[in-house]
């Protein structure tokens, strides 16, 4: 087994999986490890981090200094090919012109989707965002509770290797003695950012992101995570026995050939090619699950991109794990006389409550942080530090006008420039140049910090996709149509992060600050604009108000299963990619047992 | 005025090195700005495509034609060393490629380009023809003292005036590509001080003496 061609396909799999980022990487390393045959159908084309990142290429190598552009929005040297909020012959529609209302999608058609580019930051949600709506009465309660979900945390810290500290703070769980690696010593506007912060009552903690400070123990953890199966200890084994500890140098967006942090494309998928049981398709567009007579999934029939055309594949379970949006796309167009609405959807819940994380971020100057001796602050190419959410109490007294909270993100340092950068006015007033520009350049050139705030959205039923009734793709397939709308404390929430930004950089010492726009909705980006999109096929404990049951198992239709972000019945500012990747091996676990059983 | 310029100056001034330091920041500059800069997310053709060897250096007009004619690329670097001049043992900004980078930034194909490429064009052009109005010949022709004037002019900040301030437009942004241009290269990274893109064997942290200094050593324990 191994990556194939559409006439390579074999005749049937226990499993199709559609999409290899984290959802999709983790159900396939997941059901390839415990003898599961499988099939993972890719959009996109084959891609391998060992080979193609260009880990220390500098600016002056790249057109227009790696500046970022549409085609390739994150700069130049960001590991995502064939991807942006613009897809060439992909398109989507937005229902509304209005500002505020449109949502940008992110689509990443490359083999380890997003994965291969992501910030690696790994938080686990708290109890808390499970049961929302006990809380505070808005939005939905997950049918799963926080202790549900715990051992699968555990476990993909412990594959995908997680840096970071226990901290015991409120709803900011620890993991257990021994799963998190040692964080990395913060850098100098992190510390001052902390210390400044103490006195505005906000604590500074170390980040928990997916890169290996030192190399993972392959002696102990393969027993640890596949107990009783000797021939996937001694495969994992082998696997993280090659994942070499992170060299400090480079950013973690431009992929990492040494595997030193997690990408699918690195973690996931080569242990699950090891195996033998893994089958990859890529430039394979799935279109629609089928079904037959009885209602039961018979496979997924895709566009071959190379050729255009239309081919079929068969297996006894169909786990969509394509993005929430592209699952959501996928199961409105599984249209049948079984199910005319679309496969998944007699509730109509199908593309419904999609959310988004809230984003704003202020910057500011830090005199104290000028002219500082050169020292590497590349560290682990990404935060070493973060803020996580601190007004738990406040919040439920109803002290803030805003329902629920958000992280707090830094960007400090001395990192290499890239692309266009924008000096403004000098301190002298118009624009330097000349000996007074290499002055203010050498003086000034890491002496910056940006807070940038990530919180939740509360869903809503304003924003959801459907299916555009005329517009299709290059491939004849129906596109999504986008309608979002912010509630009153998405913007509150926006507010209160500008308000507590400025006060913390005028706590650092910055004298030089444009005043945030008191207007909020101004300051909050697009919908779709962090890439943190979830919702559209929520899980729940009632069929008429869910899509899929706690197993993440459609009500509908009991041998298709969604792995990826859609099932989430609400966004807690944490990121989501941990609990995507902890809830699709809880999901494979279950199609396991039901493949035994015989049940699906 | 560049309309997606965000420097409002009211008195205070609002000192910026913005490096694209994070993701958010290295966003086309009309999405970071939170506005929707027009079509900034069609696609476009005749760019590098969404499929690019990353590995491979590239060089100016590898993907696109370039514009500069030989009378704009002179004029360029004279302005580029301007803003640039050799310094020690840093070179000036000509000698290092500047200008082959600005041809390429004015000559892409991508909104922001199309959106600068008028300004900078349209730049040129006003200073050759100031140039000849005051001294009596094109800008490369004038004396030192002469050349520099007219940038000092156009350096200053002149709110309110009507045909100069296109004029400090184009100034600030043919600084900031220049600067961005320089900055971005091996020689530019050195004069600034950033130090890294090294394979290490352990992450040290901040100097102990950076630490001291700041009166941070209490926030090193977690």
């Known amino acids: 087994m191994a990556l194939i061609d559409p006439g390579s396909v074999s005749q049937t799999y226990d499993v199709i999986v559609v999409g290899s980022g984290a959802a999709g990487g983790q159900t396939a390393y997941t059901l390839t490890m415990d003898g599961a045959r499988v099939l993972m159908l890719e959009a996109g084309r084959n891609y391998d981090p060992r080979t193609e990142s260009p880990m220390f290429q500098t600016p002056d190598a790249a057109p227009l200094r790696a500046q970022g552009t549409p085609e390739k929005p994150f700069g130049f040297f960001d590991a995502t090919i064939d991807g942006g909020w613009a897809v060439p012959g992909e398109p989507y529609t937005n229902a509304s012109r209005e500002s505020g209302r449109d949502f940008k999608w992110w689509r990443a058609r490359m083999l380890g989707g997003r994965t291969n580019h992501w910030g690696r930051i790994s938080l686990r949600n708290g109890p808390y965002d499970f049961k929302p709506h006990s809380r505070d009465g808005l939005g ?74 030192r190399p993972l123990d392959y002696q102990a953890l393969p027993a640890k995570l596949h107990p009783g199966n000797a021939k996937a200890q001694r495969i994992l084994a082998e696997d ?17 050939a040494i595997r030193a942090n997690y990408q699918s494309t690195t973690v996931h998928i080569p242990p699950a090619m090891a195996t033998g049981n893994l089958d990859i398709l890529p430039r394979a567009m799935a279109r629609e699950v089928t079904v037959d007579p009885a209602g039961k999934a018979t496979g997924v029939t895709y566009i071959d991109k190379a050729t255009g055309r239309e081919h079929h594949v068969s297996g006894r379970v169909v786990v969509l794990a394509a993005g929430a949006c592209e699952t959501a796309r996928i199961l409105l167009n599984s249209k049948s006389s079984l199910f005319p609405g679309g496969l998944g959807n007699s509730s109509g819940l199908v593309g419904k409550y999609v959310m988004d ?15 500082l001796p050169p020292h590497s602050e590349d560290g682990a190419g990404g935060d070493h530090v973060y803020t996580p959410w601190w007004l738990y ?127 909020a909705r101004k300051a909050i980006q697009p919908g779709g604009s962090i890439i943190h999109e979830v919702g559209g096929a929520i899980m729940g404990s009632k069929p008429s108000a869910s899509v899929t049951n706690a ?9 298709v299963f969604v792995a990826d972000g859609g099932v989430f019945a609400s966004n807690a500012d944490k990121n989501p990619t941990l609990t995507i990747m902890a809830l699709a091996w809880r999901t494979a676990d279950r199609i396991l047992d039901e493949l035994r059983k015989g049940n699906l | 005025m560049n309309p997606n310029n965000p420097v409002r100056i009211d008195r205070r001034v609002a000192i910026k090195w913005m490096l694209a330091v994070s993701a958010g920041a ?27 060897n990353l590995l491979k250096p590239y060089k100016a007009g590898d993907y696109w034609a370039l514009t500069f004619n030989q009378a704009q690329r002179r004029q360029a670097a004279v302005l580029a060393d301007i803003i640039l001049p050799a310094e020690g043992a840093s070179p000036s900004a000509s000698s290092i490629g500047v200008v082959d980078f600005l041809d390429e930034w004015v000559s892409a194909p991508y909104p922001d380009n199309v959106r600068d490429r008028k300004i900078i064009l349209d730049g040129l052009s006003w200073v050759d023809d100031e140039s000849v109005r005051r001294f009596g010949k094109p800008y490369t022709s004038a004396s030192d003292s002469e050349k520099i ?74």
């Open chain 2, 149 to 222: 004037s007219l940038c000092e002019e156009m350096s200053r900040s002149t709110q309110g005036q009507p045909d100069p301030g296109s004029a400090h437009a184009f100034f600030r942004l043919l600084r900031d590509l220049v600067a961005s241009g320089y900055y971005t290269t091996p020689v530019g990274m050195r004069d600034i001080g950033y130090v890294g893109n090294m394979p290490l064997a352990k992450f040290e942290g901040p100097p102990a003496e950076l630490i001291q200094k700041l009166g941070l050593a209490d926030e090193v324990k977690w």
């Open chain 1, 240 to 256: 993280m026995a090659n994942r070499v500890a992170c060299f400090w140098a480079t950013p973690c967006g431009r992929g990492c």
């Open chain 1, 140 to 213: 939905f309660d997950w049918p799963i509770s926080y202790e549900d979900v715990a051992p699968y945390y555990d476990k993909v810290e412990m594959l995908i290797g997680v840096y970071g500290t226990n901290e015991g703070l409120e709803n900011t769980p620890n993991s257990p003695e021994g799963v998190l690696l040692p964080p990395p010593k913060a850098r100098i506007g992190e510390l001052l950012a902390r210390q400044r912060g103490r006195g505005l009552g906000i604590p500074v903690i170390p980040a928990h992101r997916a890169v290996l400070s």
């Open chain 1, 357 to 371: 994380t809230v984003g704003a971020s202020w910057g500011g100057q830090i005199p104290l942080l000028e002219s």
């Open chain 1, 551 to 559: 197993w993440s198992q459609t009500w509908d239709v009991r041998n």
């Open chain 1, 393 to 519: 109490k406040e919040q439920l007294a109803g002290k803030l006008g805003f329902a629920r909270g958000y992280h707090v993100e830094f960007t400090t340092g001395r990192q290499m420039p890239e692309g266009f950068i924008e000096f403004g006015d000098g301190p002298r007033g118009g624009t330097s140049y000349g000996a007074n520009l290499r002055e203010e350049a050498r003086r000034f050139y890491g002496s910056f910090v940006t807070f940038t705030g990530r919180g939740e959205m509360i869903p809503n039923a304003d924003s959801y996709c459907e299916l555009d009734p005329k517009v299709v793709d290059k491939w004849g397939i129906p596109v999504l149509r986008f309608n979002w709308k912010w509630s009153e404390h998405e913007i509150r929430q926006v507010a209160h992060m500008q308000r507590t930004f400025s006060d913390w950089i005028t706590a650092m010492g910055c004298t030089s600050m444009d005043r945030p726009d008191p207007d």
């Open chain 2, 26 to 52: 290295m966003l086309a500059r009309g999405r970071a700005l939170g506005g929707a800069a027009a079509g900034a997310d069609a696609p476009v053709e005749a760019g590098y495509g969404t499929d690019p």
